[in-house]
């Protein structure tokens, strides 16, 4: 078992050493998960179909400032950025727990507060714990709780309107106008459908 772990802890630690910082992706239609969000409606991901979604995953007890409050903080700068653009293409912004145990939807709700995050721009989400843990799979995710912390690598993924990966931002190395800048290229408009 120890061996099992140790493994598990070199591949996760592999990953994040080795990622690049921006990554563009295949094309692979992400499948329609359902997922609760913070008020404890129940939604499926295709429900954003129309718009780019823009998925980020934390957990509200992370206590590394770089990691998971930092993910939060980008995508609310994000969603504010957003907000100024004149011709705004459509956005949703996903915020989804690695930590379904604790990160209850009121928990959600109140993290969201928190941080000051426009609801009707941002949903957070939680979900059955093989539901999440196949949707962090489709993203290369990695999530091992331990000791009441949630070992993770850190990774957001921009989705187009089809529900296609579209582009992958890893390590909060990514600022808003990354993001911006991608949603408004003439590339990102080919897989709209």
């Not at 061996?3 to 996760?12: A, D, G, T």
């Not at 727990?97 to 721009?121: E, I, M, R, V």
């Amino acid at each position: 078992m120890k061996v099992r772990k140790s493994f598990i802890l070199i591949l996760f630690f592999a990953l994040l050493t080795n990622a690049p910082q921006i990554l563009a992706t295949t094309l692979k239609t992400i499948p329609n998960f359902k997922l609760v969000n913070q008020d404890g409606k129940t939604f499926h991901l295709h429900d954003f179909k129309g718009q780019f979604v823009f998925v980020s995953f934390i957990y509200t007890r992370c206590p590394m400032k770089s990691m998971c409050p930092m993910t939060t903080r980008l995508t609310i700068e994000l969603a504010q950025e957003w907000k100024k653009f004149k011709h705004k293409p459509p956005l949703h912004l996903l915020i989804v727990t690695l930590d379904p145990k604790f990160d209850t939807p009121s928990a959600l709700k109140s993290y969201a507060h928190q941080y000051g995050a426009d609801l009707n721009l941002i949903t957070f989400a939680t979900g059955k714990p093989q539901t999440l843990a196949d949707f962090e799979s489709y993203f290369d995710v990695i999530a091992i709780p331990e000791g009441g912390m949630v070992n993770h690598n850190i990774e957001s993924v921009l989705l187009s309107p089809a529900m296609k990966n579209l582009k992958e931002f890893y390590e909060n190395q990514w600022k808003p106008k990354d993001v911006l800048k991608f949603l408004t290229l003439p590339s990102s408009s080919k897989n709209v459908k």
